[in-house]
Structures are given as C-alpha cells and as structure tokens.
T-cell receptor, first 114, second 117 residues
Framework: AQSVSQHNHHVILSEAASLELGCNYSYGGTVNLFWYVQYPGQHLQLLLKYFSGDPLVKGIKGFEAEFIKSKFSFNLRKPSVQWSDTAEYFCAVNAKAAGNKLTFGGGTRVLVKP | GAGVSQSPSNKVTEKGKDVELRCDPISGHTALYWYRQSLGQGLEFLIYFQGNSAPDKSGLPSDRFSAERTGGSVSTLTIQRTQQEDSAVYLC???????????????FGPGTRLLVL
C-alpha cells in the first residue's frame, strides 16, 4: 500500500522567509505527486503536480517542488513567503497500480507572521 | 464553470440517526470521489466512482457507510446509525475521467462538516 508522510505538522515563520515542506512517500512503482493547499475557510485546491519529465515543478503563487526519485521525496519550496501563504499544505500521491485514489500526508499547517 | 458543490455545508445530528450528504461534480466529469478529513485520521479516501464501472469501495470504514451515484452525475453518501467517531468533514472531488485518468487533477468541493452528538 502507498503511504505519504509529511515531516512537519506546524511551521511558523515571518514574511519574506523561505519555506520548505518535506514530503516522503512509499511506493515502488510509478506515481504521480501532488501538493494541495487549503487556505482558511476555503476548500482544497491544487498547488502543483508532477507526472514525469523535469523533476523541478513550478506551481502557482511562486511555489515549486522537486521530485527526487532516489529519496522518494517531493519537497515543496517557496523562496519568500507572504502572509497570504498562511494555510494547510497537503502532499498526495496516486499510483496507477493502486487505483486512481489519492493518498494524502497528514498536512502541515503554515502560519506566516506579518 | 461551477466547481464541485456539496450540501449541506454543515450537519449536526444525534448519535444513531442516519444522514445523507450530497455532491454535485463538475459538469462532464465522469470520475467522482469521496474523502473524509478528520482530526485523528487526516484525509482518507472513502469511495470512487468511474462512469458505469463498479465503484471502488475499499476505503469505506464500515458497512454503515454507503454511496450511490445516480445518472452518472450527483452522488449521495449515506451514513447509517451515526456514531460520534463519524464526526468529520466529508469531501467530494471530481475529475474528467478521460484516458489519462491516472494523471488528471482532482477538483475538490467545499465539504460537509458533520457533527454527531
């Protein structure tokens, strides 16, 4: 079975600081990787996704993520956060051989102080 | 281009009662999912519908949970004899359901917040 772990449950940082959220998955086959974000009071929305090709993926709002196959990792980064990046971030994976359902990590709550 | 909609947005019920949660997927999307977001368990897959195929029910936590999808569009998730541990946010998601399904983005609704007293 596939599983996803996010290392940090809570992150607090100041505006303009850099952000990196860790995500590791366990599955030996071909996977697709996603980062979803949930802003306060809003529903889950896609931040970025990786299917194949360039392992460095750029998403919306200045976010990017790097797929490192050898480490089974898909870490999310943003060089300079804003107060509006305060949200909960979820890493997710699906695998063709395991059906099309998403398996989510536990989420990381990010608070950006103005 | 309306997104995925769910109703009700909030539901409070008493232990032992049955509840029905509704999901309207994005028009034209043939694949529909239910997930549950709870404090102790995070985001969990419940059930998946794809066109006319038999649904993947592998995530349903007990036989008190069932779901149907009528006419390939609207879906209803039913929880019978609700228990306090059923309290959670129930999320619906849909995607186009084309040949590249494995790589399609799932679009989520706002969820139904269920509280079982």
């Amino acid at each position: 079975a596939q599983s996803v772990s996010q290392h940090n449950h809570h992150v607090i940082l100041s505006e303009a600081a850099s952000l990196e959220l860790g995500c590791n998955y366990s599955y030996g086959g071909t996977v697709n990787l996603f980062w979803y974000v949930q802003y306060p009071g809003q529903h889950l929305q896609l931040l970025l996704k990786y299917f194949s090709g360039d392992p460095l993926v750029k998403g919306i709002k200045g976010f990017e993520a790097e797929f490192i196959k050898s480490k089974f990792s898909f870490n999310l980064r943003k060089p300079s956060v804003q107060w509006s990046d305060t949200a909960e971030y979820f890493c997710a994976v699906n695998a063709k051989a395991a059906g099309n359902k998403l398996t989510f990590g536990g989420g990381t709550r990010v608070l950006v102080k103005p | 281009g309306a997104g995925v909609s769910q109703s009700p947005s909030n539901k409070v019920t008493e232990k032992g009662k049955d509840v029905e949660l509704r999901c309207d997927p994005i028009s034209g999307h043939t694949a529909l999912y239910w997930y549950r977001q709870s404090l102790g368990q995070g985001l969990e897959f419940l059930i998946y519908f794809q066109g006319n195929s038999a649904p993947d029910k592998s995530g349903l936590p007990s036989d008190r949970f069932s779901a149907e999808r009528t006419g390939g569009s609207v879906s209803t998730l039913t929880i019978q004899r609700t228990q306090q541990e059923d309290s959670a946010v129930y999320l619906c998601a849909s995607r186009k359901g084309g040949a590249g399904g494995f790589q399609e983005t799932q679009y989520f609704g706002p969820g139904t917040r269920l509280l079982v007293l």
